[in-house]
């Protein structure tokens, strides 16, 4: 097979999570995980409500800042930088690494103002070099066919799935090493979840994506690699076919089976 | 965007709907409701009958005055009641100006005040600092007027109008033109802005935590700064009621009496220098009720009073207006 072009951009996007504890108040959400997001491809995060999940994802793009009584211990490097170090200025870091929430976000602006913003917030003006970005992003996301038409209308106009790709295209438009997902599919129908996951499959080529799912069977659909957490504990975290057929741990064996969670 | 409607309990008429038993078998139960919603009914439809009323009798007692003067009540600027001559622009101008001007100093500063108690401050100094902000409305106007009387109005003649007029020589300009008095147009503006400001930073700050945590997140995740969520996701979703909030300050502005009438200086003039004197609609009635002589004196200041509801009353439906526009745009 010829060396695709594109794969180059998967240099980009290591993930190190070491020992990694994470408290709100005197609550210890996560307690030192470890963990290895290598480039590209998709790494699904599993495990039943609470276990801190949601918790890790928004760790790795510093969403959690700012939250009441924060306090986290360990270290996340995004290709070798230390993302907590106080030299990181965490809205560069979250154009690296971006994210798209449970529930569709879009501003009630136009399409292609939501598409542009972290463009615009970059201090990009030219009209033409915006609606390029708009289309390719747009394109990227398996979107642009549906709204190429309607760029200037408000983008609470568009379905919950066009909306949900609507917040992956204007993602991407920022070009990101590393794109987390927090369960965005759960709100969706199923049509509209599987459009998702086909976008996700054809993403991994050029993005780490790092997804948080409650669905088991999408995690097995969607993701290269599976992390198994519980209780603030990462547990297992395996090659997805591994975790879901042999796992090496009773406890990632009796979740994935249906006997807690 | 129309969403289709589905027949519910509450589009269905009473035809479609099926009988319900009543299960106590007490037809007083019934009534209950049929009294309860006579009572709620009656005190709702109340508050609009009381402002028909109150229309009602000014218009009644106005019209003397109205037939009489005629339009020289609006346009004319002499107010002498011995000769009956009752113009009353110069006040309906003082009223709109020194609403206008407060509402332009209030209003950014206002609304500062909500980012910072809803976006910046720590969480800690949150409460107390917005309370505080809410005890300004609880001071009585007399002693704001008391304190502009003893201490703004002095500090505007002696410092600051001296420093416009002169030192920055902005006396030249008409705004600014004429001699420091002290009691002016600026110094009612600037009583009456830190009067209506707790109003509109409160609904500001109510505004403003309204605002979805999601649409926050979804600037910060695209890289946005604390400062450029704010521009760009939080006030923006806030901004038709943002419009409102000022708009009801304005409300408050227009009728505040007291404060105004302490530091306005009361002169009959058409306002054309903030350093002058001037007059509103709410202190020329607050000055002269009490001594009005003469049916023709009380009539005239009935209009007076009639043209200041008018002015509320559009200044809100001018409000209302403006936030269903907005509303309806995104």
């Known amino acids: 097979m010829l060396p695709d072009p594109s794969r180059s951009a998967v240099q980009h996007g290591l993930v190190d999570v070491e020992q990694w504890s994470v408290w709100f108040g005197a609550t210890a959400a996560l307690s030192e995980v470890s963990l290895r997001i290598t480039p590209g491809g998709v790494t699904a995060l599993i495990g039943p409500s609470g276990c801190g999940k949601s918790t890790l994802l928004r760790s790795i793009n510093r969403m959690n800042d700012g939250a009441a009584g924060l306090r986290h211990a360990g270290h996340i490097r995004l290709d070798g930088a230390d993302i907590y170090a106080p030299s990181t200025d965490s809205s560069v870091l979250r154009q690296r690494v971006g994210m798209v929430f449970q529930r569709s976000n879009p501003f009630p602006k136009s399409v292609l103002d939501n598409v542009t913003y972290g463009a615009r917030l970059n201090g990009m003006t030219d009209r033409r070099e915006l609606e390029a970005l708009a289309e390719r992003s747009l394109r990227r996301a398996a979107l642009w066919d549906e709204v190429k038409d309607r760029l200037g209308q408000s983008a609470l106009r568009l379905s919950g799935g066009q909306q949900q790709r609507l917040c992956i295209a204007r993602a991407l438009a920022n070009d990101p090493d590393v794109l987390l997902l927090d369960e965005p599919a759960s709100a969706l129908d199923p049509v509209a979840t599987l459009r998702i996951e086909e976008l996700l499959y054809d993403l991994r080529r050029d993005v780490t994506i790092v997804i948080v799912t409650h669905n088991l069977q999408q995690a097995a659909r969607v993701s290269d690699r599976t992390a198994f957490l519980l209780a603030g504990r990462l547990i297992e975290c395996d090659d997805t076919a591994r975790l879901f057929t042999s796992p090496r741990e009773p406890r990632t064996e009796a979740y994935i089976t249906g006997r807690f969670g | 965007m129309s969403a289709p409607t589905y027949p519910t309990a509450r589009t269905m008429s009473s035809a479609e709907r099926p009988p319900r038993s009543n299960a106590r078998g007490d037809r007083w139960v ?222 408050r502005a227009l009728g505040e009496t007291m404060a105004v009438t302490m530091v306005i200086g009361n002169r009959h003039e058409l306002p054309s220098s903030l350093f002058q004197p001037a007059y509103t609609m709410a202190s020329l009635l607050a000055n002269e009720f009490n001594e009005a002589s003469g049916a023709l004196h009380v009539s005239a200041l009935m209009a007076v009073a009639g043209i200041l509801l008018a002015i509320t009353l559009i200044v809100n439906a001018i409000a209302r207006w403006l936030v269903w526009r907005m509303e309806a745009r995104t």
């Open chain 2, 30 to 251: 019934g009534w209950g409701d049929r009294i309860y919603g006579a009572l709620i009914t009656a005190c709702a439809l109340a508050i609009p009958l009381l402002l028909v009323l109150v229309a009602a009798i000014i218009a009644r007692s106005a019209w003397p005055a109205v037939s009489t003067v005629g339009a020289e009540l609006v346009t004319g600027t002499t107010w002498d009641v011995p000769r009956g001559q009752f113009g009353a622009l110069p006040a309906i101008l003082g009223t709109l100006a020194s609403s206008l001007l407060s509402l332009i100093i209030a209003t950014p500063l206002a609304l500062g005040v909500a980012i910072f108690v809803s976006e910046l401050a720590p969480p800690a100094i949150r409460r107390p600092f917005a309370f505080l902000v809410d005890v300004l409305a609880a001071i009585p106007s007399v002693v704001y007027g008391l304190w502009a009387l003893y201490v703004l109005v002095p500090f505007l003649r002696e410092v600051v109008m001296p420093f416009l007029g002169d030192t920055l020589g902005l006396g030249a300009l008409p705004l600014f033109k004429g001699p420091a008095y002290g009691p002016s147009l600026l110094a009612a503006s600037l009583v009456l802005s830190i009067m209506i400001l707790p109003y509109i930073a409160a609904v500001a700050r109510e505004l403003l935590q309204a605002v979805p945590r999601s649409q926050r997140e979804a600037a910060l995740a695209l890289g946005a700064t604390r400062w450029e969520m704010v521009r760009d996701a939080v006030l923006p979703y806030a901004r038709s009621g943002l419009v409102g909030a000022a708009i009801l300050g304005l409300g």
